[in-house]
């Protein structure tokens, strides 16, 4: 069987696009965590930093994935493998493409710079409580104040980068 004249069906597509989507959630989770850091653009340097392979569930024991590609005979077998290599693929492009491998660890470091900042202020004025800031850091003060370190973590980020046209 040659790839090029593979054809999925459409339950053994839909695995694959829940593959895709779920491999992207998984990434973002793994750079939010730092387990892996936010220059990596390709799907090999995954590798380096956690179980590459096993992103995106198909490599998990589910019914869905199970019943999609069996893998009792050796063309069910390459039908698989065919499979893990379009949804590694999809993420190589993904990752080289886009930014929104990093949202989830911008969204974290912009909650600790806000909430560094709003202590550092409380710590020089003794204040006890956090509710002013709580109140303050609401609705349009929120997203600009937000909107502004989002843009400042994205640059330092890109700054991370040799060629920051691929962030």
């Not at 053994?12 to 220059?39: C, E, F, L, M, N």
């Not at 590798?47 to 005979?73: K, S, W, Y």
């Not at 109140?135 to 920051?164: C, S, T």
Request: charged share 20%.
């Amino acid at each position: 069987m040659q790839p090029s004249t593979l054809n999925f069906t459409r339950d053994q597509q839909a695995v694959i696009d829940r593959a895709i989507a779920r491999g992207k959630q998984d990434i973002q989770q793994a750079i939010s965590y730092r387990q892996v850091p936010p220059t990596v653009t390709r799907f090999s340097d995954l590798h380096a930093h956690m179980e590459a392979n096993e992103i995106g569930g198909l490599c998990e024991p589910d019914d869905q994935v199970m019943q999609a590609f069996p893998r009792v005979t050796a063309d069910d077998n390459e039908t698989y493998v065919h499979a893990l290599n379009q949804v590694q693929n999809a993420l190589d492009t993904w990752l080289s493409t886009s930014t929104e491998r990093n949202i989830g660890l911008v969204e974290v470091l912009i909650d600790a710079a806000l909430d560094a900042a709003a202590g550092h202020v409380q710590a020089a004025l003794n204040v006890t409580t956090g509710d002013l800031a709580g109140i303050y850091f609401q609705g349009a003060e929120h997203d600009a104040v937000r909107g502004y370190f989002r843009r400042y973590v994205n640059r330092e980020i890109a700054a991370l980068v040799p060629d920051p046209t691929r962030l």
